[in-house]
């Protein structure tokens, strides 16, 4: 900017005494959940609200490149939490609101998501994904899903969750 004409070089020496050099988020990985917690914390304070990721959730945050940097995650959870109706912010929430790859984040191996049957696998291991995160055990999230502890458990495996 200096060279362009843009900015005043007497200015650019009076701030350029320590310059620092901060990498992108999405090369500092562990990074990204308190940054998440701290825009969750300032945005639930100013919109009167106590909302929440589950932990599938912030796994998705944690994977996603962040392109934009910090000012996307920040916008991005500002966004998340005003179009969500409910306080647990989930898998679905982060991938309405993201450029997300489903099938990445899902780990369902062969879903197309335009089928009628990648559609519900996709739900189904959304759902599951929700209730291994709510619940301790497998009896209760069966109690919870309304099926059989044997059923759950096959569709557990199934899905690899």
Known sequence: MVEEGNFREDLFYRLNVFPIHIPPVR????????????????YNEKFKMKKYFIEAALSCL?????????REMENTIQRILI????????????MANLNYDIQKASHIPGTINT?????LEETEYKI???AKDRFKTTREMAK???MSQATLIRRLKKYKI
Do not use: C, M, Q
């Not at 994977?63 to 910090?70: E, F, L, R, T, V």
């Not at 179009?83 to 982060?94: G, Y």
């Not at 089928?115 to 559609?119: A, E, P, Q, R």
């Open 27 to 42: 090369t500092r990985k562990p990074d990204i959940i308190p940054l998440v917690n701290l825009f969750l914390d300032k």
């Open 128 to 130: 599951l994904k929700e």
């Open 115 to 119: 089928s009628i049957k990648g559609s």
């Open 62 to 70: 944690v994977d996603y490149s962040w392109p934009g940097n910090i």
């Open 83 to 94: 179009n969500s109706n409910h306080d647990a912010i989930s898998e679905a929430d982060i």
């Open 144 to 146: 919870f899903l309304n």
